[in-house]
């Protein structure tokens, strides 16, 4: 059976990505990342159980270092995180990167990812990138996977995918999608802020519920 990586961050988009990565008939093992991100350990609790419900073998790196890079409000507890952010639906992809930028944090997560599919024999490795409706980070966009993936090939010899099937995809989209491949949401986490409760304020809470709202679904974890 031809197999593919999941990188799974125990989100939602992530773990949508991984359903259809099985869908297509792919074995699925799942990578997550540990980088002292404020809800790291929820969101690794929500890896576990996303493999457990793909039936994947799962990899938990600690790439801790990405703190020491700084930068982000989502490793430095000095730095506030955004709330209600007005940029958020108003073009936020064309303006710079909010303070939850993690500086090329896709970058460092893929090169590594593809270390560990070339080594464990995967044809390809799937992310959870949206770019039409996300907090408008530059790696996550469809120039920077194509360019990604062109390097990626290169660097390694092989014809290494790299998929992100949501990337073009709006959040209520997304969860409809998940939905009809029977995604258990309440197993995936999106707060910026809190491991216990979901602010309701951060981008990626606002842009969540969002999606659920377009979706016409009440959220599990609301």
Do not use: W
Request: proline share 4%; hydrophobic share 40%; with cysteine.
């Amino acid at each position: 059976m031809k197999k593919a990586l999941c990188v799974i961050s125990g989100g939602m988009d992530s773990a949508v990505a991984a359903a259809i990565a099985r869908r297509e008939g792919y074995e699925i093992l799942g990578l997550h990342f540990d980088y002292k991100q404020r809800t790291q350990s929820r969101e690794r609790q929500c890896f576990y159980d996303i493999c457990s419900d793909l039936g994947a073998k799962s990899f938990v790196f600690d790439a801790s270092f990405i703190a020491g890079i700084g930068g982000s409000a989502l490793t430095d507890l000095s730095l506030e995180v955004p709330k209600n952010r007005k940029e958020l639906f108003e073009g936020a992809k064309n303006s710079e990167p909010p303070i939850t930028y993690v500086p090329f944090r896709n970058g460092i997560f893929l090169s590594i990812a593809v270390a560990l599919a070339q080594k464990e024999g995967c044809e390809a490795v799937f992310l959870g990138l949206v770019e039409e409706d996300g907090s408008g980070y530059p790696d996550c966009s469809a120039d920077f996977l194509a360019k990604m993936t062109a390097a990626i090939q290169s660097g390694t010899g092989t014809k290494t995918q790299l998929i992100a099937p949501l990337i073009a995809k709006n959040k209520g989209q997304i969860v409809k999608i998940g939905t009809e491949l029977g995604v258990d949401f309440s197993h995936t986490y999106s707060c910026y802020e809190s491991d216990s409760k979901p602010c309701g304020a951060c981008d990626s809470c606002k842009l969540r519920a969002r999606g659920f709202a377009a979706a016409g679904i009440k959220d599990p974890v609301s």
